[in-house]
């Protein structure tokens, strides 16, 4: 074995996670519910108070942020967004709270996992290497 350590750009590394319903009475995996896209949207909505503004600042048409968002709660059986008030510069979104305990359960969950994949890299990727 040749004692080498890998260059630290190997030791980063970018992870994405996507999540699935499972329907508790039938089993059936209803489809994909959230990921780092709706994440990205969500924190949008969160950060600017409208789904409009956060697609824009994701460079993503407000139609196709709509569908995405609308599909999502079509699979959770609720409501991420809700109309905010208008005022001066008309109405937009905000999270209700169940799309506040989503993003959140997400980022959480991401969080922790990039911390375990992190650990698994240093264990596995900073021993002895069997190529020079």
């Known amino acids: ?7 630290s750009s190997i030791l980063s ?8 319903l499972r329907d508790k009475k039938t089993g059936e995996v209803r489809t994909f519910i ?6 990205e949207l969500l924190h949008g909505v969160e950060r600017l108070g409208s789904l409009r503004q956060a697609a824009a ?3 993503m048409s407000y139609s ?3 569908t995405h968002v609308r599909r999502a709660e079509q699979i959770c059986g609720a409501k991420l967004t809700r109309p905010a008030a208008g005022g001066e510069g008309g109405g937009g979104s905000q999270l209700t709270e169940e799309g506040q305990w989503l993003l959140d359960t997400y ?4 969080k922790e996992a990039d911390e375990q994949v992190k650990q698994l890299m240093e264990r596995y990727f900073t021993r002895d290497l069997p190529f020079s």
């Not at 590394?13 to 699935?20: D, E, G, L, N, V």
């Not at 980022?107 to 991401?110: G, I, L, Q, S, T």
């Open 13 to 20: 590394c970018k992870t994405s996670y996507k999540f699935s």
């Open 1 to 7: 074995m040749v004692e080498k350590e890998l260059p």
């Open 34 to 39: 959230m990921g780092p896209g709706l994440a």
């Open 107 to 110: 980022d959480a969950f991401v």
């Open 64 to 66: 196709k942020a709509w």
């Open 57 to 59: 600042a994701m460079e």
